[in-house]
C-alpha cells in the first residue's frame, strides 16, 4: 500500500496558477512511476501528466503541455503539479496516482496506476 495524500487545491480565475502537491507513504517511494489523473464532471479519467521512478522521463496531456510540470523529489515523498494559465476547460478533480509496475524507462498508462489519492478540487472560473 502507498497512501498518497494530495494538496494545494482551490478556486482561481482564468490564467492564475496553482501548485498541486502530494505526499506519499512508504519506503520504496522512489520505485513507484507517479501521475496526475484528473476527471471533468461527466467524463472519464485522463492522465494530465507523469513522471517516472527517477524524474528523467516526463509525459504531458497535449492541452496541458507548456502550461503544466510534474516533478518529484524521492528524498521527500513528494510529487508535485505546477499548473499555470489555467482555464475553465481544467477544472476537474485532480488525483495522485502511484504505478509499481511500470518499467522505469517510462510513464505509466491509466490502467497501471495501482494507487490513488482521494482527490483534490480545482475549479477554474470565467
Known amino acids: 500500500q502507498v497512501p498518497l495524500r494530495e494538496s494545494g487545491g482551490g478556486v482561481v480565475q482564468a490564467g492564475a496558477s496553482l501548485r498541486l502537491s502530494c505526499a506519499a507513504s512508504?519506503?520504496?517511494?522512489?520505485?513507484?512511476?507517479m501521475g496526475w489523473v484528473r476527471q471533468a464532471p461527466g467524463e472519464e479519467r485522463v492522465i494530465v501528466a507523469a513522471?517516472?521512478?527517477?524524474?528523467?522521463?516526463?509525459n504531458y496531456a497535449d492541452s496541458v503541455k507548456g502550461r503544466f510540470t510534474i516533478s518529484r523529489d524521492n528524498a521527500k515523498d513528494t510529487v508535485s503539479l505546477q499548473m499555470n494559465s489555467l482555464s475553465a476547460d481544467d477544472t476537474a478533480i485532480y488525483y495522485c496516482?502511484?504505478?509499481?509496475?511500470?518499467?522505469?524507462?517510462?510513464?505509466?498508462?491509466?490502467?497501471?496506476?495501482?494507487?490513488w489519492g482521494q482527490g483534490t478540487q480545482v475549479t477554474v472560473s470565467s
Open positions: 512508504g519506503r520504496t517511494f522512489s520505485g513507484y512511476a
Open positions: 513522471i517516472n521512478w527517477n524524474g528523467d522521463v516526463t
Open positions: 496516482a502511484a504505478s509499481a509496475r511500470t518499467p522505469g524507462w517510462r510513464t505509466p498508462y491509466l490502467h497501471e496506476y495501482d494507487y
